[in-house]
Structure formats: structure tokens, C-alpha cells
């Protein structure tokens, strides 16, 4: 833990200067190892479970921070692999990605319930689902309603015991010596970084610029035409197929979601995580983090509708719930298309 | 029967001479009067009966120009009224309006049944349904196409009802006084229009600029903004509301639907029948006939969603297919905002 936050600072102004590509490199894995290992230490701190009071939401930040530092460390270590020691890199790098999976899976699936929920409200009209269902003649009216909140209930359930298997594996993954094993490595990482001999001679630029044009080749297999096209309907096509996996088309676009992020990380090696953001990759971003939530959700639906002896009210709140996370899908890919195509506005 | 077809042609010229509101209004009602008692004599030749094998298609074209001769002769009394004798005009608008919606409704379910079958085979991906569902590992898999399969059974067995009831209630009404004394009224037309004295001295065109400033009133209320945004999630809103009747929201579309049409068929009376047609009032009528037909695709989905004892699968493939249709609404209203908002193109 060696470097402090003052020194890592002044190591990336001088990056400008033209310091070689070593020291830049180090700089940043450096400061993204400190992190882990600061947001480590608090989540030690607050207990390490969601499930105390005061502690709850500063454990929630702590896990984020540890995702965060993770995925930078591992997205970079893969980038710029020939500046760093081969074997090293290649033996911590799956053990992060284990690691950051583990971590965001609690979250994800309390994300993946606000959202249906959300959507389960949104679709039942301005009025309220009402608390009590009125016997006699509105009985059969409010038939649709019940199942809209027996579906909210069914996934509540499913979604909830998931997450609470996730936070439980969470716990047990971040007491493991596999664990401590990373965390070890992070440490040494913090203090000094194994780069290969090549780090002092080659640049960080060329392997910049090849993340991006991976990104770039990757985009261009996009099916961009049809989705700058509104209500092409092409994201429900499998919508009643047999298959419930996820949707094969939205594998491409899961992939640009990663490659869109290992170049941003390359950005922030190049030009510091302080330098501006650049909207049009922040916008794109955030279009397929919406393309992948609400795929996800589209999938929970279709999943909670297999659930045996459901009522049929159920079945079709939740088909109607799939065909909207669907069309989500559908608008995060329009979405993306726009905020792509359209020039680099703005600051950087 | 009186004007032959290029009599009417000539008067039709004889317009842009100057010649006073009446002669104008009386060749166009006498035309149509025409055409719509020459469909009628080709129904009843053709048997009157879609049953029969070479009849058939004749009977629904016959069918098909009562309505449409109907439709034209009730907007046209409406839209210059003050020209026509009023307690005639006003006791056969009503008559028109029952005659061409009895007719309608036949084709309507035989159009809303391919729509939500073709739906139900786009939604199910490029594979098709497959006929027989294999037994064992597999079973669990096939459930939703079950579901696709057993909603398109379901949604098949109640359209067909329907339509068999109202091509039997065509039938009924074809041979009836009520429908005779409108056969009669309408003879009367083609040989005599009831005119008003206003007629000889009034004009069309203030009358004709009337109906399309209602028109462009009714459009000003309409939400085109939003309409405008694609994948604003509007026309689902409702989509898990208690009320399975029409949506409220989509009454104010209709209504521009309907003074669209009239606004059509004032420019018919003006410029004629064989006018060039203006290209954006036809892509902005076709957006709003695509609209009603997947608003009445959802409601039809929505109504066999609440059939007694229906399988979970079947209900949650009416879900999507409601939710489908919603967006099919949805975009509809997208493309009248297009077409509308576009400056008029072409020839007109």
C-alpha cells in the first residue's frame, strides 16, 4: 500500500512529460490496487454484510469499489499484457474476474427486481394495483391486476432467494483463501508492479489503439442499420421461441458492452481517470448497461413464467412483462446507435 | 342509375369550369350512388355468400365497394350538409353508418385473426412451430411454443366465431327491409340529390375547409411530441390494467382516423376521384388504420387472455402477443407523426 493518493497524483501529471509507457502503467495499477485494498479494508470494517443497519449501505459502496478496482486492474492487465509479466498477468487476471462476478451478482439481482417491479407498475396504468380485490361483479375486471401482482410477488420471491444465495456466496468467496489469495496479489501489485522487459521501451499507445479498434471492428458487425430504424421489432423476434436462454442476438452486442469498457479503461491509463469524460462513450455505455439490465429482466420473466401451477393471470402479466423488457432491449440498441454514430461532442 | 361512367368523367371535367356547388356535389353523389348499387347487384349475382368456391372473392370485392360507396355517400352528406335537403340527408347518414359497419365487421376478424397469427409467427422466431413437441429431456424446453401453438388455437376458435356471426348478420342485414329502404333511398340519389336552395348559391370549399380545419384541430390535441420519441412506452401503459375495454387513449387517434377520411373524401368531391393522390394523407390514413387494427389486436389478445381454464403457456404467449400489438400501436403512432409533420411531398 504504498504509494498515497498525493504521490499517485503527481506520477500521472507527469505522464504529459512523455514519461515512458513502465511508469504510466504503473502509476495506474498502482492507485487501482490502493483502491481495492482501501475499499477492502471497509468492507471489512462495516461488517461485510448488507443485512446490519448502519453499516448496510457503506458495505453496499465498499462491494462497488471493490467491483470497480477489479475490473480495472483486470481490463488493463489484459490490454496492455506485453508490458507486464506474462505469467503473473495471465495467473491473477480469471481470479478478478471471479472475483468481481461473485461480488456483482447480489447487486444485479436487486437491480434486475426494481426494474420488473418498476415495469410491473408502469404497465398497470396511473392508478394504483389496489391493496384489496373487490368481490362480485369487479372480480373478473380486476382479473389482470391480481396478476400483475401475483407476478410482482412470484418474482419478489425467485429474485430475492437469488440474492440472497448471491450475498451469502459473496461472503463466503470474500472469506476464502482463494480470496486471499487475490487480495495478496493485489498487494504486491500495490507496491510493485511485475512489468516485462519490453515495458521500458514500448508504448502504451499501440495497444490503446488496438482495444479501440477491437471495439470499433466489433461495432461494425452490429446490426446498426435496423437498429437506427425505430420499432423494428427485431428484439422480440425469439419472444415465444422454446428456448429461454438468453437471446443469441444479444451476444454481439454484450460484447461491445465489455470491449466499449477495456477501452475506456485504456483511456483512463493514457489520460488519467480525472480527464474529462467523453459523453459520446459515457452515453454509449450506458445504453448497453440498459441493452444488458433489461435483456436480463426479459429472461427473469420468461423464467418466472416456467414456475409450475402459476395461474394463468400470472402467466400472461409476466408475457406481457418479457415483451416490455424486450422492447427495452430494442430501445437501449436505438439508443446506443444514436449516441454512437452521432459526432464526439463535448470535452474530450 | 342514370350517369353512365362517362357522363360522370365529364362532369367531373366540367368542375374546374366554375360550375356551381350543386352540379359538382350532385355528379359526385350520383357516381357514388352509382357504384354502389352496381357492388350490390354483383353481391347478390355472386350469391351473397363467402362460402361458395368461385363466388367468393367476388362477394368480398361486391362487399368490399358497398362499404367503401357507403362510407363515401354518409361523409360527403355530413361534410356539405347545408347543400343537401336535411331531413333527407339526416335519415340516411345513420342508415349508411349501420349498412357499412354490419359489412365491416366480417372482414374485420378475418384481418384481425392474420394479424395476430402472423404475430404469433414472428414472435416465435425463425424456426418454426414445431408440430409435433418431442417427449422426455426436451419437454420442459418446448412450453412457450406450446404456448405460441395453443394461443394461436385459441385466438383461431374465437375470431372464426366471430366472423361466422357476423358474415351470417351481413346476410341478414342484406336481406332486410331496413336494408331495402336504404337500397331504395340510395336509387334515389343516382337518378335525383335531394339538394337545399343554399345550393345553387353556396360554395364547397369553405364547407370542404371546414372538415379539414376539424381535422387539423383534432391533431393539435394529439400527443405528436412524445409520439415523436421513439420507444416512449406510452401506448403499454396500460397494458396490465384492470379494464380489458379499449384504451381511453387511443379514442383522440381514432377520431383523427375517421376526419382524416372525411377530409378525403371532400378532396374527392373538389378535385375528383381520379385526382392524384396526396402522399402525405395517404401514409398518415395508413399509419391510423395500422393503429386501430393492432389496438383491436391487443383487446383481442387481452379478451382470450381471460378465457376460463386456459394453460399458464397459452395465457403468457397472450401476454406477449397484447404487449406486441401495444407496440405495434405505438409505432403507428410514430409513423402518423412522421408522415403528418412532413412537408407534402409529390404530386398533390
Known sequence: MTP??????????????????GDTLEAYLQAQATEFLRALRQHRETGGTASHGNGAEETVDAARALRRSARRISGTLHTFR??????????????????????????????????LLEALHRL?????????????AREEKS?????????????????????TRAHSAALQALGSSRFHAVADNVAVLASEVPLSPAATTAHLKPLAAAAEDRLTDAITQLPLVS???PY??????????????PHPQDAPWHQV?????????????????????????????????????AAEAATAAAS????????????????VLHADQRHEVEAARFAFQRAWLRETVGTS
Chains 1, 2 share one sequence.
Open 4 to 21: 498515497g493518493g498525493a504521490g499517485v497524483a503527481k506520477q500521472h501529471l507527469d505522464r504529459a512529460a512523455g514519461s515512458v509507457a
Open 232 to 245: 423494428n421489432s427485431e428484439a422480440l423476434v425469439h419472444g415465444l421461441s422454446a428456448d429461454p436462454a
Open 143 to 163: 382479473n389482470l391486476t391480481v396478476g400483475a401482482a401475483k407476478a410482482g410477488a412470484l418474482l419478489e420471491r425467485q429474485l430475492t432467494l437469488a440474492r
Open 304 to 319: 418466472a413464467a416456467r414456475t409450475p401451477r402459476i395461474a394463468p393471470a400470472t402467466a400472461y402479466a409476466l408475457g
Open 227 to 229: 437498429a437506427g430504424h
Open 124 to 136: 398497470s396504468g396511473p392508478s394504483p394495483i389496489p391493496a384489496q380485490v373487490p368481490s362480485g
Open 257 to 293: 458492452r465489455l470491449l466499449l469498457r477495456l477501452h475506456r479503461y485504456a483511456r483512463e491509463v493514457l489520460y488519467g481517470t480525472e480527464a474529462p469524460v467523453d459523453v459520446r462513450l459515457l452515453d454509449s455505455g450506458q445504453a448497453l448497461d440498459r441493452h444488458r439490465d
Open 82 to 115: 506485453p508490458l507486464l509479466d506474462t505469467d503473473w498477468s495471465e495467473g491473477i487476471r480469471p481470479e478478478l474476474a471471479w472475483l468481481s462476478g461473485t461480488l456483482a451478482r447480489e447487486h444485479a439481482y436487486a437491480a434486475r427486481l426494481d426494474r
